[in-house]
């Protein structure tokens, strides 16, 4: 009963989003730039376009030394006209609510030059970033913002520039990830981001907890994993006591923009209660911005705990922003700051406040800078294209994640 259900679900939706089958599947729009032939690649068990689909111009190759990425970013599509010309990819989306959108590139010297091209990327015929392949020559570039789309599509161009020496543009992967309110159960997904604004990704942290990046979920029942594609980094704090909690259900208000358990059953916490927690975020420039800044609390002290209150003030440059009070053994809460105009740096201090029994503790942290994005009104900019061969990977794709979800 409950796989039919599924299946009716999944025949509902394509109904629904006749123009969007089969390219986006689990709210995920996943290309992966460069791949030659129709087929889908998988990775880590997710299934990744090849980017012929959403795109004419182009060369596509492959790194081949064989680096220690993922797969996805040992290919990729290259623009040898790229100065001062649009490149452009166009996505087809589901609606225009908050996505997700990130884009990947791995230089891996494919071309033999040992000079790493910087260039610019847009998004919606505005411009999205700089991207500078080589300030890290052995790990992959990502650029990430969270956006609400004017339209059910929306371009990714690429275009190199004489200023940064004229290199040629490429890029390796690109991913559009619906962030479903309804889905996550009356949990709102970062409800402060406006429309016409993008949230640009600065860090996404996991405090005391694992060494290991904390990548997307990749099943259907695995409901308190990573489930919004996103990836959370191991902020290692020394002078810190890591805490661990143990795992419950990942259920009520402390789960707001639905963090991962992994997140938030870990936290740091200085070793007495008169001592504050103080991390200092960096931006990359020092222009005034506005900055959205999300902190995660989250404690599970077992029923003997009768001492279980925690009261913390929160401080971003030394000015008071929030009160946050655990009071039972098993509770949390989510903290949205915005906006928060930031210069270069911001100082998060969560410091002890009265009366506290327990030290102030700290989840996980978000913290992103916004500029104001004015779409394009409607551009030909991009294709693409639904061929009777995508259909049939997409078909096959279905019956796949049915057939998975039986077992
Ligand atoms: C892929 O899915 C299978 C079946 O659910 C699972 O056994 C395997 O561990 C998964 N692999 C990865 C890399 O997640
Ligand atoms: C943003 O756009 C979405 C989709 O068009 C709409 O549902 C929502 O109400 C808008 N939000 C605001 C704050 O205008
Ligand atoms: C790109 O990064 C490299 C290495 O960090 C730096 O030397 C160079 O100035 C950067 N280029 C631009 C245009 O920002
Ligand atoms: C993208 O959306 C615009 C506005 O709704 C529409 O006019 C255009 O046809 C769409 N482009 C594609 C390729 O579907
Ligand atoms: C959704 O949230 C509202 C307000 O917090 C609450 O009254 C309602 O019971 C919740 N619904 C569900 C299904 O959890
Ligand atoms: C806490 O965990 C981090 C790993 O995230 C580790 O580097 C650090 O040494 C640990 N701190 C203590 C006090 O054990
Ligand atoms: C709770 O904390 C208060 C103040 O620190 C202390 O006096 C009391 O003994 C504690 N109770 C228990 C059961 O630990
Ligand atoms: C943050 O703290 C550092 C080190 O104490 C200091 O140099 C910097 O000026 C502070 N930034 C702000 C915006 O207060
Ligand atoms: C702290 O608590 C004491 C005693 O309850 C009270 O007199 C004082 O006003 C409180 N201070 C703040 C900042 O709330």
Redesign the pocket.
């Known amino acids: 009963m409950e796989n039919l259900t599924v299946i009716l679900l999944l025949v509902s939706a394509i109904a629904a989003n006749a123009a969007s089958f089969p390219f986006i599947f689990n709210n995920l729009l996943r290309v992966d730039c460069g791949v030659t032939g129709e087929t889908t690649e998988t990775y880590n068990n997710q299934s990744w376009f090849p980017d012929s689909f959403f795109i004419n111009p182009g060369k596509t190759t492959h790194i081949s030394s064989s680096p220690n990425v993922p797969q996805v970013m040992t290919t990729l599509r290259y623009f040898p006209d790229g100065e001062d010309k649009q490149n452009c990819y166009r996505l087809p989306l589901i609606n225009t609510e908050k996505f997700i959108f990130r884009a990947g590139f791995y230089y891996g010297n494919y071309d033999g030059k040992s000079q790493p091209p910087v260039f610019d990327l847009s998004l919606g015929g505005q411009k999205w970033a700089t991207v500078n392949s080589s300030a890290t020559t052995d790990v992959p570039v990502f650029q990430e913002l969270i956006y609400a789309p004017r339209n059910d599509n929306i371009s990714v161009c690429l275009a190199g520039r004489k200023e940064y020496g004229s290199g040629t543009p490429f890029i390796s992967s690109l991913e559009a990830t619906y962030l479903d309110e309804h889905e996550t159960s009356n949990r709102t997904v970062y409800g402060m981001m406006r429309n016409g604004t993008a949230y640009h990704l600065v860090a996404r942290l996991n405090f005391g907890g694992y060494d290991q990046v904390i990548e997307p979920w990749s099943g259907w029942s695995r409901t308190c994993e990573e489930r919004l594609n996103r990836y959370w980094t191991p902020q290692p704090m020394p002078g810190y006591t890591n805490l661990t909690f143990v795992p419950i259900t990942c259920t009520g208000t402390a789960y707001e923009n639905s963090p991962p358990l992994s997140v938030i059953n870990t936290a740091i916490s200085p070793t007495t209660a008169s001592q504050s927690i103080y991390v200092?975020i960096n931006f990359a420039t020092t222009t005034p911005q506005s900055a959205y800044i999300v902190l995660y609390f989250y404690q599970d002290l077992g029923p003997d705990n009768v001492n279980a209150t925690r009261n913390m003030d929160v401080n971003v440059?030394?000015v008071m922003r929030k009160n946050v009070k655990l009071q039972t053994y098993t509770s949390g809460e989510v903290v949205t700051l915005y906006p928060v105009l930031?210069?270069?740096?911001?100082?998060v201090t969560i410091s002890p406040a009265n009366g506290t029994v327990l030290p102030p503790l700290l989840n996980g942290m978000e913290v992103f800078y916004a500029t104001e994005l004015a779409e394009e009104a409607s551009s030909s900019n991009g294709v693409f294209k639904i061929s009777y061969s995508v259909v049939v990977v997409g078909v096959c794709q279905l019956f796949v994640i049915v057939f998975l979800g039986l077992v």
């Open positions: 200092p440059d030394g930031v210069q270069g740096t911001a100082n």
